[in-house]
């Protein structure tokens, strides 16, 4: 019984810590993600189109990512 119990909070703490990882790997490829993001859309806002740069200028930034 006693050794029973010891086996399932050993898989119990495998369970949780495997979740853990997890939860750090989506963690970090979500920064990646917004990092290449913020990098794409600064390049985007350094174009020379004058249209599209009336245009940002004319909205807030969260209306112009939307916009993208």
Same mark, same amino acid.
């Given at each position: 019984?006693?050794?029973?119990?010891?086996?399932?909070?050993?898989?119990?703490?495998?369970?949780?810590?495997?979740r853990?990882?997890?939860?750090?790997?989506?963690?970090e490829?979500?920064?990646d +993600?917004?990092?290449?993001?913020?990098?794409?859309?600064?390049?985007?806002?350094?174009?020379e189109?004058?249209k599209?740069?009336?245009y940002?200028?004319?909205?807030?930034?969260?209306?112009?990512?939307? +916009?993208?």
């Amino acid at each position: 019984m006693l050794e029973q119990r010891r086996l399932e909070v050993q898989r119990r703490r495998a369970e949780m810590e495997r979740r853990r990882a997890e939860l750090i790997a989506r963690q970090e490829a979500r920064k990646d +993600y917004e990092a290449e993001r913020a990098r794409d859309l600064s390049e985007m806002l350094d174009t020379e189109d004058p249209k599209l740069n009336a245009y940002r200028k004319a909205l807030t930034p969260e209306q112009f990512q939307q +916009y993208l």
